[in-house]
T-cell receptor, first 122, second 111 residues
Framework: DAGVTQSPTHLIKTRGQHVTLRCSPI?????VSWYQQVLGQGPQFIFQ???????GRGNFPDRFSARQFPNYSSELNVNALLLGDSALYLC?????????????????????FGPGTRLTVL | GQSLEQPSEVTAVEGAIVQINCTYQ??????LSWYQQHDGGAPTFLSY????GLEETGRFSSFLSRSDSYGYLLLQELQMKDSASYFC????????????FGSGTRLQVQP
């Protein structure tokens, strides 16, 4: 089975431009999450989508937006690019929503990460 | 907000045992996860703890104390391939759901 795929692999943009990053989850996975990882830091959570609805949002400006399509693939859009947006953008898919409390009879769904898109803003 | 603290670097020798600690401050805590990331690679899931106690998966174990807001990852019988960065991540729900990663612990395994 194919893993999570992301496109493009690398991207170079200039300040003020717009970028669209794409992610295809593992077949059967309905949840997609997006992360930004700056070199030497942990991934920073941007969005989670489940069943085409936004289910989680990190502390990122409104220049960042995303959507999930009926086939569960996803796009991350970033407008008005800044130099500080240069990073590795990771997509992760899981069967369902991220976590739930076991006492509530809930669940944890392991996330599978894609290889990422390396975005450089000049 | 949420914050996590973990050591930036740990060095150990092959065959040894190493413990990577993680302390967190958050409200709406649901669970603590651990991820491994090799240089140039994507993070891979190692473990998840929602309740207090130890979870064991092969050579790796993870522990959580909710009352102490503390967890650790224990790696046994270290191998050279275990050299990587290890991240703890907290999932919390405070009006919105978010998964927060720590800055990572770089583990170097020496022969």
């Amino acid at each position: 089975d194919a893993g999570v795929t992301q496109s493009p692999t690398h991207l170079i943009k200039t300040r003020g431009q717009h970028v669209t990053l794409r992610c295809s989850p593992i077949s059967g996975h309905k949840s997609v999450s997006w992360y930004q990882q700056v070199l030497g830091q942990g991934p920073q959570f941007i969005f989670q989508y489940y069943e085409k609805e936004e289910r989680g949002r990190g502390n990122f400006p409104d220049r960042f937006s995303a959507r999930q399509f009926p086939n569960y693939s996803s796009e991350l859009n970033v407008n008005a690019l800044l130099l500080g947006d240069s990073a590795l953008y990771l997509c992760a898919s899981s069967l369902g929503r991220l976590h739930g409390h076991r006492l509530a009879g809930a669940f944890y769904n392991e996330q599978f990460f894609g290889p990422g898109t390396r975005l450089t803003v000049l | 907000g949420q914050s996590l603290e973990q050591p930036s670097e740990v060095t150990a020798v092959e065959g040894a045992i190493v413990q990577i600690n993680c302390t967190y401050q958050t409200s709406g805590f649901y669970g603590l996860s651990w991820y491994q990331q090799h240089d140039g690679g994507a993070p891979t899931f190692l473990s998840y703890n929602a309740l207090d106690g130890l979870e064991e998966t092969g050579r790796f174990s993870s522990f959580l104390s909710r009352s102490d807001s503390y967890g650790y990852l224990l790696l046994q019988e270290l191998q050279m391939k275990d050299s990587a960065s290890y991240f703890c991540a907290v999932f919390a729900v405070t009006g919105r759901r978010a998964l927060t990663f720590g800055s990572g612990t770089r583990l170097q395994v020496q022969p």
